[in-house]
Structures are given as structure tokens and as C-alpha cells.
């Protein structure tokens, strides 16, 4: 169940997200085409057909790799879905149209561990806000037609809501900005995010536009739900709570270690920060427990996993110092 935090001005409503994301329990598919073209095909990134088998239904859906560094850092980068009109219909993926999947990156364990790690950075940000993007995870088989003598590799993975679903459940409009300003956003959602990219360790994000970008902003989805705008953030990959392994904190802000948690958060008046603090700390066990439930992670890594977070709560617990740093490392 997705839990609204009391600050927010936008209540809990009826739910008008894709079926795909209204279940939690790990979807298992199949993904059958030419792999090694899609994987191997990383400038011109075309489509190429695949079918995709789910539920005992199999769906005609079109595959190209996607993405910016995990382009060049993975050898199994991630993957975009299209499906074309009505092709889903009567399956999990009805309504669907371009869907994101996060890939296990490389071969060795620890890559795939990753993928569920940031999977549930995602299930976290859900605990603290519906406005927030959806997750869901998978078990993947994936067949390469191009090589009919390899078995199948199985990896988890996850997908991300698009931006239609994410619309449509929030009654709001996905925006393209050049720049933003912190009074254009809901200020208590606003601080709800700085914290909890805080709580996890993400350094890798921002409210300016990269020089390579268009658009505002980095590993963040602008929309605006009636005359306000709210931040949502992705990808995760780079945050101390899954520190993948070719993670590295941004050299600008001299950090040893991408565990390192530093706030990068706008400067809000405190009363404000301070409400979206009480948030974040009254939803630990739901946090712990998001942990605690995911799969393939050992006894101790999810140990390990769930001292990190702790040791933000810790640190929590002395709310005007925890402020007082925020206060010190605020954007202005």
C-alpha cells in the first residue's frame, strides 16, 4: 500500500495507476529476440522486435538499449519497451505504451544486487509520497534469438512508471523546463525530497540543468499537479545506499566515498524542513521493512543495508544539529 505524508497539501485519492504498478510481488517474463544486436548497437540504439511473455501471454513489443553513462559503463545497458497500440491489451502491461527497464549492468552478483537495491530507493521515496514514480520489480529470462545454442541468463530487473501512467495517477501534467526556480514548487514536497535524498545518500541530482541538457532537471521529473510544480526524482544508482560499484562522488563536492551523505537541498525556512524531518522519521519501520523485503540480498547485506538508513535516524534524533548542517550546506 502507498502511504501519503501528512504535510502534503494532496491527499491519498482513488488510484488511477497502471495495473502493472498497483502489484508489489516480482512479475517474472520472458524476453525473447536478437539480444546481442540491441546490446551491441549503442550509437544508433534502434528498435528491433522482440516478444515478451507474461502471464502466459505473449506480446509483440520493439527493444533498444537506453540511457546515458550506463550506456558506457554496463555491458548489459538498460532497455526501453515500446509497445504499439493494443498489442498488451488483456495482459499486465494493458495500457502501456513506452516503458524504462533498469538492467543487472554486468554479469558479476553484485551488479545485479544493485538493480534491486535501486528498486527499493524507489519503494522508499513511494513510502513517503504518492507523488513519486512507481516501480516494479522483475524476473527476467532472457532469450537471445541470435545465439539459439545459449540458454536463457535470468536476472532481476525493474520497470519505471511512464510518464502517462504517472499522469494519469496523479491528475497531473509531465513539464519540460529550461530553468526552475524554488518558488515555482511545493515547498513541503520539496523538502520531503531533499531529506530523503539525504536518507540515501544521493549526492547525483539537481534542480539545475546539465550543460548537455535541454531541459531541468538532473535525475529529477518535473510535474505540475494544478498551479504547483513537484520534483521527482530517478535514478539511484549513484546513492550510498546502493553504492554500485562504479559509483563515485561528484569530485565537486570532495567527498571520499559515494556513502557520504551531504545535503543539497535548497535553502527552505526551517519550520518547513523540519516538518518534512518528522515525515521521514515517523515512516522508519515502513523504510526498514522495504529493506528487509528484498530479494536475493543476503541476511548481510540487508543487515548492512539497514545500518545505513539507521544510522541516518540516529543522526536524526538531534533534530537541531541535523538542521543546523542542513542550514550550513543549503543551496541559496
Known sequence: MYRCVALLLLVCGASHAAMLFEDETILDITLAGPLSSVIDDTTEQRQRAFVLSADGKDIDVAVRIR?????????????????????????????????????????????????????????????????????????????????????????????????????????ASVVELRDVSKAMFNRQHLALVFVFQYLVGNTDWSLVRADKDDSCCHNGKLVRVAEQ???????????????????????????????????????????????????????????????????LLSAKEIKSDSAYLQRFFDRAANEDKLLREFGRRCLR
Do not use: W
Not at 530507493?121 to 524476473?139: F, G, K, P, Q
Not at 527476467?140 to 494519469?168: K, N
Not at 560499484?245 to 526551517?270: I, M
Open 67 to 171: 540511457g546515458k553513462s550506463r550506456v558506457e559503463l554496463c555491458d548489459f545497458p538498460p532497455l526501453r519497451l515500446n509497445f504499439s497500440a493494443g498489442a498488451a491489451r488483456g495482459s499486465v502491461f494493458d495500457g502501456e505504451d513506452k516503458l524504462k527497464l533498469v538492467t543487472h549492468c554486468k554479469a558479476a552478483a553484485s551488479y545485479e544486487k544493485n538493480a534491486v537495491q535501486e528498486y527499493g530507493v524507489y519503494r522508499i521515496m513511494n513510502v513517503l509520497s504518492d507523488l513519486s514514480l512507481r516501480a516494479r520489480l522483475l524476473r527476467i529470462r532472457y532469450v537471445d534469438t541470435e545465439s539459439p545454442d545459449q540458454e536463457p541468463a535470468i536476472h532481476y530487473g525493474f520497470l519505471i512508471e511512464s510518464d502517462a501512467s504517472l499522469a494519469a495517477r496523479l491528475g
Open 229 to 295: 510544480h513537484y520534483f521527482l526524482p530517478y535514478d539511484f544508482d549513484m546513492t550510498g545506499f546502493v553504492r554500485a560499484r562504479y559509483a563515485k562522488p561528484n569530485p565537486r563536492l570532495r567527498l571520499t566515498s559515494v556513502r557520504t551523505r551531504r545535503y543539497r537541498g535548497y535553502c527552505l525556512d526551517e519550520a518547513t524542513v523540519r516538518d518534512a524531518l518528522h515525515a521521514v522519521k515517523a515512516h522508519r519501520e515502513a523504510i526498514l521493512k522495504v529493506v528487509a523485503g528484498l530479494p
